[in-house]
């Protein structure tokens, strides 16, 4: 099973980042599908089924404790950063409201991750909602125009109230996401 660990971003959220969609139709973007916009905590790979009891249980100890808090996205940016000036190969919307309490709840699960016997993550923890990549071989035009026109404009805002465990199954036309368990703050 290829694994990861995401907060799930609401619908009415959604709807607002897929204008992003339309008002930048460059087919260099491989854009994400829509229901598949998320935040994404830990990517944890192919994961052997023996392992999610062990992680489950430390995901219920961090996450009963943890408050709901608000979270939300307003902006774009590419990766790699503009400051590298390198071709952006990923685009994706800021988290905004809640950045602090989201880097302190990825921070946690990274750690009972790595207990559990998941890798460690290399990059450090940037809160963000993927909406598209770079096909390979493309050059995506315009990019820094369209970070500017959406500077500081809001997404919009919702409750973080759980952590889901999903599965992703690649296939010809992308990724399917399917929950595989949830673990509510609180």
Same mark, same amino acid.
Request: aromatic share 8%.
């Given at each position: 099973?290829?694994?990861?660990?995401?907060?799930?971003?609401?619908?009415?959220?959604?709807?607002?980042?897929?204008?992003?969609?339309?008002?930048?139709?460059?087919?260099?973007?491989?854009?994400?599908?829509?229901?598949?916009?998320?935040?994404?905590?830990?990517?944890?790979?192919?994961?052997?089924?023996?392992?999610?009891?062990?992680?489950?249980?430390?995901?219920?100890?961090?996450?009963?404790?943890?408050?709901?808090?608000?979270?939300?996205?307003?902006?774009?940016?590419?990766?790699?950063?503009?400051?590298?000036?390198? /071709?952006?190969?990923? +685009?994706?919307?800021?988290?905004?409201? !809640? #950045?602090?309490?989201?880097?302190? &709840?990825? @921070? *946690? =699960?990274?750690?009972?991750?790595?207990?559990?016997?998941?890798?460690?993550?290399?990059?450090?923890?940037?809160?963000?909602?993927?909406?598209?990549?770079?096909?390979?071989?493309?050059?995506? /035009?315009?990019?820094? +125009?369209?970070?500017?026109?959406?500077? !500081? #404009?809001?997404?919009?805002?919702? &409750?973080? @109230? *759980? =952590?889901?465990?999903?599965?992703?199954?690649?296939?010809?036309?992308?990724?399917?996401?399917?929950?595989?368990?949830?673990?509510?703050?609180?």
């Amino acid at each position: 099973m290829r694994l990861f660990l995401a907060i799930e971003i609401p619908d009415s959220v959604r709807d607002h980042l897929t204008v992003v969609q339309h008002e930048l139709a460059d087919e260099a973007w491989r854009w994400a599908k829509r229901d598949n916009i998320h935040l994404t905590l830990k990517f944890l790979g192919e994961t052997d089924p023996n392992q999610i009891l062990p992680l489950s249980e430390a995901l219920e100890a961090i996450t009963t404790r943890r408050h709901i808090f608000e979270l939300s996205l307003s902006g774009l940016n590419h990766l790699p950063p503009p400051e590298k000036n390198q /071709q952006p190969k990923v +685009l994706y919307a800021e988290v905004d409201r !809640g #950045r602090r309490e989201l880097a302190t &709840l990825a @921070e *946690e =699960v990274e750690e009972a991750a790595v207990e559990t016997g998941f890798r460690e993550e290399r990059h450090r923890f940037r809160g963000h909602a993927t909406l598209a990549r770079v096909r390979r071989g493309k050059r995506p /035009q315009g990019t820094a +125009l369209l970070l500017d026109r959406w500077a !500081g #404009r809001s997404f919009g805002s919702w &409750l973080c @109230e *759980e =952590v889901v465990l999903m599965e992703s199954v690649l296939g010809r036309y992308g990724p399917t996401y399917t929950t595989v368990a949830r673990f509510p703050l609180g």
